[in-house]
Each structure stands twice: as structure tokens, then as C-alpha cells.
């Protein structure tokens, strides 16, 4: 009989579809059948191929104008509560000891990726949008020795910089008198650089102004005052490290012992350089208006150049998982599985940045506090008027040379600012659970339930998140901030002579084709791979007489005074609760889950007295949670320090209320929280053959998402609503505050599937799913009275007062559906050559209705009154998505053209700096990748990755009106790649 071995493209297809195929809940898959051979880069740029998945392309969706070096974020059918799981075992990484950071995650140690988008009653709870489950190899999933490498080099354009990877696994078993072993160990060490540039519009289209012929028009402006336009460069290199190590042990055929241990480093750094300019939000003869009235540029006029900056992030995440596995069949009718997991996660940030301010002849000082006299602190400084066209598809910006020429005068640069953040979050679990099934003998009971299964597990898991605030404050020109008198005498120049070796005349090259000039500013080297004090100490010689800023170690870290390690420093100085970010600090918090199932498997002949054979399950999951808080706080803050209007009562009062606050408040103590909750899930999957190849799908499960730790905090921060003289402004609220919520509870959902599948061929198939989620208890912002008691334990008396607090609070009800339409095959009918040609194609649409979304950080005024406009979408969600890929597979060749495409969507409702909506505009990205089989055992291969060097667009705005506001220009890659297998 002739063999035919199928290889590659085809061989992963095939895999892939046959899971779907026989699988009794709605799932789909992503296959390697070679090792390090997912389709792409890495597991979240795989992922996006599937039906139903879209993926983000920023590492933080409130900080949308930093774009990350790979693909992170997966939403499933339009949803982020997605649930990770690795070998069918929780995963998490250490942000907020949930989700899962798949940048992290290797792609060359996955044999597979499954995405369940209605999970069933075995599966661990956890995801209203889906379940993913990373599935890594074991030794008993190879016939003896296994040995493979996989090796490349992958060179970005925007970077011009050339990156390795290398990946080997070595697997084997043997036969001996004790039984059949087996082991596995696979090494992947990758290095990945990024390039992304970008110039945008700093804030929202916020000033409207009225134009001649007295139509209006809308400029960029802020309540903050800090509109902008910038453009940077963001160089994104990390270096990764991940062990898949893997021991089993058959002594029989009822026993088997798997000892599997995964462990993955990565230390992802960026280097942001940035220039900037000030817009005054108000009308200029010299702008140019589209005809809706959206500002779209015009030479600018004379306008400040501040905040051009260098910013680095370094960041050090760890994630290890070991587990045991024993699986025993006493009887051939029963099947007893126990499973122990120990998982953990590290991960520590710190950032650093440096601003820098071009001198500028319209800024003018008071050289008294009291009697008002103003004068200009540089009456010589140069003028610059660049010109702006934002009417194409990319943003034009135009210097002239003398401007230029000024700009690279070292002595028309000073330093403005700087600003450090530090993070130390950890987050680990234990996790135990016994399975077990019974298949019945014969037709099985009743002559349809085939068998039966049922299990138990218990779940620990501590998660602790350390974190500061942002530390902003001046160096030496900042003349604004707080009204100081900046004489130029305080100024310190970017050719300052102890800072010499450390700056730099930064070329931004060519952004969107843009001659911008360069700018002095410190080189990112000299502040990477460095403890913030010894920024500090880099930088003490150019900090002025009225500098301000502080490093958090200097401000809060006695014990960590002359230790120089990033650790040390991000575990004491990330707690300090009177940071501007005071829902920041050391959030410590506990989860205890109980969880149990039981689940029959049915299967019978007919269906209705049709010859129509029927499969599936039903089941229920019986889940019990307790989260624990640490202790937590309340802060009250000081007095204002005075009061000068007629009426002092409300001053008196809350000066009586806080006691002795001290100028930056008081933190008081409270004690712990326990929260508990009890969830029934049930499921319910059906199938029915139709004919061979004809199969028709239906589902039906709840699910729960439990809210996020951040959300949980233990603290209220209490606000008294001063005005400049003293009295209470705010007659309905004069008391209001923001905290955690220790007492929330999971969101949950109601899912819905039916599908219709055809499989022509074993690589061959149409398919149409219709979907419908009904969602309650979205984790939405509300402000209720809350009775407060005065500040005792500081000496406040008095009355309790009445405060109006913002929480995180389930709420909200709301619908998601859509359908999901996807065609493959191999046209093996066509001749020759031909034959070898094969097509891929889907299609997502989704429906969102009613819901809302989260609000990060409650004491924040924009996050939470943007939380509120009407008619923002969910987050993340695009209505459609489609992926195309031509492929073929003939003579050793494997090649692959594939386009990703998704629809514009929210990216989030409240943007860090702009605090306002943020919407990335349609984007498709085109892939390819080209390999050849050669002597049995080899393969070398060519990837690259968007091959039309397309642009990400982002708009500001609300539902109605967001114009144009970023453009992004991200890495064209090509690797070249060789792989062997023996």
C-alpha cells in the first residue's frame, strides 16, 4: 500500500481541522506540525487568524500612542474577558494575577493553540469571551528519538537592526524492565526589535472658535492645558528565554506520570525619543479648517517647544509552571486523573524620562509674589513658525533651515523636567484537582448516556501589585509650574559640560516622509539599565536652583538608600498611598476557588426517528470563591491651609474632620476584607451527523469573568472641593472620593452557539457559526453616599461627614452576537503544478448592544466622566474582520500570502494623556512567508511581515466627533529561517 506523508502547511491544516471536526464543543485550533512552526511570529499574531479573534497591537490600550513590538492583546468574539490556559492549567502573568501577557509566551514551544468559545464543564471558569489553552509537546506524542532545531535571523527596516532566534528540542522513549519512559527538553532563546514612528495630535478637537463668515471650528484643546502635537521614535527590543522540560513514566498500560516543568524569561526595554510643540487652543489667521470645521493645520504661530523628551521603560517578567500529572485506569470503564500545579509570576518595571524645553521668547516670569510684575525670561529666544497639513492620509510638518539651525544650538535647549514610575507585582498559585470517568459497557445507560465524568479542584492563588504613581517635576525650566520666578541665571543648557557624554542631537529621520528637525536630548543609553537615583545623580548638575524633582527611592526608601537594585527599589518606593496615583501602592489580595463537575457524555443512533446519528454532553459546574484583601486605607487629606471667604464653616469643619493631617494627609489603616460568592455553570453541546461530511453544532453555557484584582483595592480617598479662596465650590458634593471595592462579584454571561459544518476533504471545509452572549453585571463605575467618620486617630472630632464615593460596581446589562463564516481547501482537482494551490478565508461580524466599560483609575475626573459619554462602543470590539490567504504546497514548497483586516473600534474611552476616547480607523496588514523542504530532514524559509508598510490611524473624540489624531508607522521584518528535523 503507498504512504503519502503530508508535511508543512497542509499537515498543520489538517490537524487543525480534525480537532474541530470531532471535537464536542465549539472550538478551533492553530497547529505546528514542525517545531517553531505556528504561522506567525508569535502566539497573539497566530491567534488572529482565526475566526471570531481580533488582536491589539498595544501593550496598554489607555496609552494607545506607544504601540508594543508584537501583537498582545486577544479579544474573542469581540470580548477582552478572554481566560489563558496552558495544558488545560491556569495561566496568569503577574499585572494583575488574571490575564495573560501572550508577549510573554514563546511561540516556539507550542505544539498548538485552542480557542474555545463556549467552553464546557470540565474547563476551569473563568472567560465570557473564550478560553484559550496553549498546548505544548510531550515526549509520548513522538514514535522514539525526536530531535529538532529551528534557527533565525529576522531584520526590521524601521530599526536596521538584525535579531536572532534559536529554538532545539530533544525527545525520546525507551522500553525497560520497569516500564517506558519518556523526556523531552525543548530551549528557545529569541531576540525581537521594533521600531515604531509615529506624530500626532496631543489632545482632543476641544476649542471650538468661530471663524470668518462665522462659521465654527474645533482646534486641539485640553482642560488641562497641555495640548500638543508631537512626534517620536520608539525603539522596543526584548530578549527571551523559555525551558519546556517534560518527564513521563508508563510502567503499564493503566498507568501514566507526566512531570512537565515551563518556564519563560523575558525583559522587554524601550528607548522613546519625542518632540513636541505647545498649541494655545485658540484661532490663528495662519490655520487652515476642513469643511466640517476640524482644524487640519496652517502655519503655526510662534508656539512653545516643550516637552520634547527621552523616555525608557525596562522591564523584567518571569513566568514558571510546574505541574504533575498522573493517569490511572484501574479498569478499562474507568479513567482516574490527579493533576498538582504550582505557577508563578514576576514582573517589575521601571521607567524613567527626561524632558527637555527649547527656549522660547513669549514666556514671561512675576518677580514678586504679591504686586504682579511680569517680565520675559528670554526676549531673544529664536521663532518658530512650522507648517502643518493634515488634509492627506499622513501629516506633512515643515521647518525652515534657520529654524532647524536654531534648534541645534545646544544653548536654545534646557532641561525642563523629569519623571520616574516604578512597579514590583508578583502573583503565584496552587492548584490541585482529581478527574474521573466512567464509560458504561454495552449501549451505554439508557442506551444513550455513554458515559459519565466528574472532578473536583481547588485553587489558591495570592496576587501582590506594587506600584507608584507618575513623579513629574522640574529640573531647571518649567517656569509655569506653580508660578515660580525662573530668572535665566537657573536655567541649565543641553551643552552643560557634566552632560557632555550624555546627550545627544537626535535625528528623527523621515516620519511619513516629515523633514523634522533634530533635538538635543539625553541619550536613552545613559539612563537604561539604571536605578532612578542614579538618574538623579546624572542629572544633578542640570537641575536648577528652584528643581524640584526627587527620585520616589530618595522621597520614600530609607531601606533602600544605597542599595542599587531595581528590585529593591520598586518594592519600597511602589507603596506609597499619597502618590498622585493613590489608587497605586501595594494592593495584596488572596483567592481561595472550590470547583466541581459533573458532565455526561451522550451519543445514539437516530434523532427523532431519523437515521441521524446525535452526540454531545451535558453537564454543570458548581463553583465557589473567596477573595481575600489585605489590610487597606483611608486617606484623608489636609486642609487647604486657610480660608478668606465670609463664610469658614465648611473649612472649619473639614479641618476639624481630618485633625492633624500634615500638609500631605493622612493614610489610616483598616482592616482586611473577605468576600465570597457561589456560581452555578451550566453547559449543554450538541451534535448531529447529517451525513459524512455534513455536520450540524449547537451550544449553550454560562460562564463568569471575576473582576479584576485592581478593581478589588481595600481604600477610599477622600477629596474636599476647595476653591482658590478657601470655601467649598461644590454646594451639591462640597465631599467626594474615590476607592476599591473589595465586595464585587464576577460578570456573567449567557452563551449561545450554532454552527453548520461541511468537511469535503481532510484539509477542505465550510463553515457558518451564529453566536449570542447575554452579559450582566459589567464592572461599571457608580458614585453613592457613604458616611464617613472624622480622622481620631490624628485628633479629629467632630460630626461624620457625608461623602459622595466612586467605586467599581456590577451593573448593566448587554448583548453581543454576530456570526462567523470560514472557507479552506486545496484545489487538489487542478492539474499539475496547479494542484498544490490552496485558499483560506473568514469572515467575523459582530452586534454589541447596551454594556459599558470599566474605569482603571476612579480618581481620575476624565476616566470617569468619560466613562459616561453616550453611545461608546464596548472597547476593543470591531464589528468586522476578515483574514485572506492564498497558499500552496506542492514539491516541498510551502508558501503562504496572508492579509488580517479589522474594522475600526474603541480602543479605550479615556486615553492617558488625552483623556479622551480613542478609536484606531480600519487596518489591514498583508504577511507572507515562503519554505522548501530539501533532503527529508531541512527546511529554510523566508517571512515577512507587513509587506505593504501600513499605517495604524487612530481618531480622538466622541461617538459623534473624532477626528484624526495619531498615525503610526510600524516595522516591516523579514527573517530568514532554517529548520531540521530528524
Known amino acids: 500500500m503507498e504512504t503519502v506523508t503530508v508535511t508543512g502547511i497542509r499537515a498543520s491544516l489538517q490537524s487543525a481541522q480534525a480537532i474541530k471536526q470531532k471535537s464536542d464543543q465549539v472550538v478551533d485550533s492553530i497547529t505546528a506540525v514542525d517545531i517553531g512552526a505556528l504561522p506567525d511570529r508569535s502566539v497573539a499574531e497566530a491567534l488572529q ?39 488545560g492549567r491556569d495561566t496568569f502573568s503577574a499585572a494583575n494575577g488574571r490575564t495573560l501577557s501572550f508577549a510573554d509566551i514563546s511561540a516556539n514551544l507550542m505544539a498548538g493553540v485552542d480557542v474555545y468559545k463556549n467552553p464546557d464543564a470540565k474547563m476551569i471558569e473563568g472567560g465570557v469571551g473564550g478560553i484559550v489553552d496553549l498546548r505544548t509537546r510531550k515526549p509520548f506524542d ?18 536596521d537592526a538584525a535579531t ?27 531576540v525581537q526589535k521594533n521600531r515604531t514612528s509615529s506624530w500626532s495630535v496631543g489632545e482632543p478637537y476641544g476649542a471650538e472658535v468661530t471663524l470668518p463668515g462665522g462659521k465654527k471650528g474645533y482646534i486641539p484643546a485640553s482642560t488641562l492645558g497641555n495640548e500638543t502635537l508631537d512626534w517620536r521614535t520608539i525603539d522596543w527590543t526584548q530578549s527571551r528565554t523559555a525551558f519546556d522540560a517534560t518527564l513521563q513514566y508508563r510502567p503499564n498500560e493503566k498507568l501514566e506520570i507526566t512531570l512537565t516543568g515551563i518556564y519563560s524569561k523575558a525583559e522587554p526595554h ?29 502655519t503655526l504661530p510662534n508656539l512653545e517647544m516643550r516637552g520634547n523628551d527621552t523616555r525608557v521603560g525596562e522591564h523584567h517578567n518571569t513566568n514558571a509552571d510546574y505541574s504533575l500529572n498522573v493517569k490511572y485506569t484501574p479498569i478499562d470503564a474507568l479513567e482516574i486523573t490527579a493533576d498538582l500545579q504550582y505557577a508563578e509570576s514576576r514582573a517589575y518595571t521601571r521607567s524613567m524620562s527626561v524632558y527637555m524645553n527649547a527656549i522660547y521668547n513669549g514666556w514671561t516670569s512675576q518677580n514678586s509674589s504679591w504686586n504682579g510684575v511680569f517680565y520675559t525670561v528670554f526676549p531673544n529666544a529664536p521663532v518658530y513658525n512650522p507648517v502643518v497639513n493634515l488634509t492627506g492620509h499622513t501629516p506633512v510638518m515643515t521647518y525652515t533651515d534657520a529654524e532647524k539651525a536654531n534648534l ?43 458515559s459519565l465524568e466528574a472532578g473536583y479542584r481547588r485553587e489558591d492563588k495570592v496576587a501582590i501589585t506594587r506600584q507608584t504613581g507618575y513623579n513629574w517635576n522640574p529640573l531647571s525650566y518649567e517656569p509655569w509650574f506653580g508660578g515660580q520666578d525662573v530668572m535665566a541665571n537657573h536655567v541649565k543648557f543641553a551643552d552643560d559640560a557634566s552632560m557632555k557624554d550624555h546627550m545627544t542631537l537626535r535625528s528623527f529621520g523621515s516620519i511619513f516622509d516629515n523633514s523634522l528637525p533634530d533635538l538635543w536630548l539625553v541619550k536613552a543609553s545613559s539612563l537604561q539599565g539604571k536605578d ?18 526627587v527620585p520616589y527611592a530618595d522621597q520614600h526608601s530609607a531601606a533602600c538608600k544605597g542599595i542599587v537594585d531595581y528590585k529593591c527599589q520598586a518594592v519600597y518606593e511602589a507603596s506609597d498611598p499619597k502618590s498622585d496615583n493613590v489608587s497605586g501602592g501595594i494592593n495584596h489580595q488572596g483567592e481561595i476557588t472550590h470547583a466541581g463537575y459533573i458532565s455526561a457524555n451522550f451519543a445514539h443512533d437516530t434523532f427523532l426517528g431519523a437515521d441521524v446519528p446525535i452526540d454531545g454532553n451535558i453537564g454543570v459546574r458548581f463553583v465557589a470563591t473567596e477573595d481575600s484583601v489585605g489590610a487597606g486605607y483611608v486617606f484623608y487629606p489636609s486642609s487647604n491651609g486657610g480660608c478668606w471667604v465670609a463664610d469658614c464653616s465648611g473649612y472649619n469643619a473639614t479641618n476639624a474632620f481630618v485633625g492633624n493631617s500634615g500638609a500631605g494627609g493622612t493614610v489610616v489603616t483598616t482592616a482586611p476584607s473577605k468576600n465570597t460568592y457561589f ?49 467649598l465650590y461644590r454646594a451639591d458634593q462640597p465631599f467626594t472620593a474615590g476607592g476599591g471595592n473589595p465586595n464585587l462579584k464576577p460578570m456573567k454571561a449567557q452563551q449561545y452557539d450554532a454552527s453548520l459544518e461541511y468537511y469535503f476533504s481532510s484539509t477542505g471545509s465550510l463553515t457558518f457559526a451564529i453566536f449570542h452572549k447575554t ?31 466612586t467605586r467599581t460596581q456590577n451593573g448593566g446589562k448587554g448583548s453581543v452576537e454576530g456570526f462567523e463564516l470560514a472557507y479552506q481547501q486545496f484545489f487538489d482537482m487542478l492539474p499539475g503544478a496547479w494542484s498544490g494551490l490552496g485558499l483560506q478565508v473568514n469572515y467575523t461580524k459582530i452586534y454589541n448592544h447596551g454594556g459599558g466599560n470599566a474605569v482603571q483609575n476612579v480618581n481620575e475626573a476624565a476616566q470617569v466622566s468619560n466613562h459616561s459619554i453616550t453611545g461608546l462602543p464596548i472597547e476593543g470590539m470591531s464589528n468586522d474582520s476578515a483574514n485572506l490567504a492564498l497558499l500552496y504546497a506542492k514539491y516541498g514548497v510551502d508558501f503562504r500570502l496572508a492579509y488580517n483586516w479589522r474594522s475600526k473600534y474603541l480602543m479605550t474611552s479615556s486615553a492617558a494623556n488625552a483623556n479622551a476616547p480613542i478609536w484606531q480607523e480600519n487596518y489591514g496588514q498583508l504577511d507572507a512567508s515562503v519554505f522548501y523542504d530539501f533532503l527529508d530532514h531541512y527546511k529554510v524559509g523566508v517571512q515577512a511581515t507587513n509587506l505593504m508598510n501600513a499605517t495604524t490611524v487612530l481618531d480622538v473624540g466622541n461617538t459623534n466627533y473624532h477626528p484624526r489624531y495619531d498615525w503610526i508607522d510600524t516595522d516591516q521584518k523579514i527573517s530568514l529561517i532554517f529548520r531540521a528535523n530528524w
Not at 496598554?60 to 500612542?65: F, H, T, V
Not at 528519538?145 to 533565525?152: E, F, P, R, Y
Not at 534559536?166 to 528557545?188: C, H, M, P, Q
Not at 503565584?428 to 448516556?449: C, E, M, Q, S
Open 775 to 805: 452579559l450582566a453585571g459589567y464592572f461599571l463605575t457608580e458614585t453613592n453616599p457613604e458616611t464617613i467618620a472624622p480622622n481620631t486617630a490624628a485628633g479629629g472630632s467632630g460630626a461624620p461627614l457625608t461623602f459622595y464615593v
Open 164 to 190: 536572532p532566534s534559536v529554538n532545539v528540542l530533544v525527545s525520546d522513549r525507551w522500553e525497560t524492565k520497569i516500564g517506558e519512559f519518556g523526556a523531552l527538553l525543548s530551549v528557545d532563546y529569541q
Open 142 to 159: 513522538q514514535d522514539g528519538l525526536k530531535i529538532a532545531a529551528s534557527a533565525d535571523v529576522t531584520y526590521g527596516a524601521l530599526a
Open 270 to 298: 524601550e528607548g522613546e525619543y519625542k518632540g513636541s510643540i505647545l498649541l494655545p487652543g485658540t484661532y490663528s489667521s495662519g490655520y487652515t479648517f476642513a469643511s466640517d470645521g476640524t482644524w487640519t493645520g496652517g
Open 532 to 549: 532612578t537615583r542614579d538618574s538623579a545623580k546624572l542629572l544633578a548638575t542640570v537641575k536648577g536652583d528652584l528643581g524640584s524633582w
Open 408 to 450: 541645534a544650538n545646544p544653548k536654545n535647549n534646557a532641561f525642563g523636567a523629569a519623571m520616574d514610575h516604578l512597579e514590583n507585582n508578583y502573583a503565584h498559585n496552587w492548584a490541585g484537582r482529581i478527574d474521573a470517568t466512567y464509560k458504561f459497557p454495552g449501549n451505554g445507560l439508557f442506551g444513550v448516556v455513554k
Open 49 to 87: 487568524r482565526v475566526p471570531g479573534v481580533q488582536l491589539t497591537r498595544t501593550d496598554s490600550l489607555r496609552d494607545p500612542i506607544r504601540f508594543g513590538g508584537t501583537g498582545n492583546g486577544v479579544f474573542i468574539r469581540g470580548l477582552a474577558w478572554v481566560s489563558a490556559l496552558t495544558n
Open 679 to 727: 456560581n452555578v455553570l451550566p453547559s449543554f453541546n450538541f451534535r448531529a451527523h447529517l451525513s459524512d461530511q455534513l455536520q450540524f453544532r449547537t451550544g449553550y453555557s454560562q460562564a463568569i469573568v471575576r473582576p479584576d484584582f485592581s478593581f478589588t483595592q481595600n481604600y477610599t480617598s477622600l477629596v474636599f472641593n476647595y476653591d482658590s479662596t478657601g470655601g
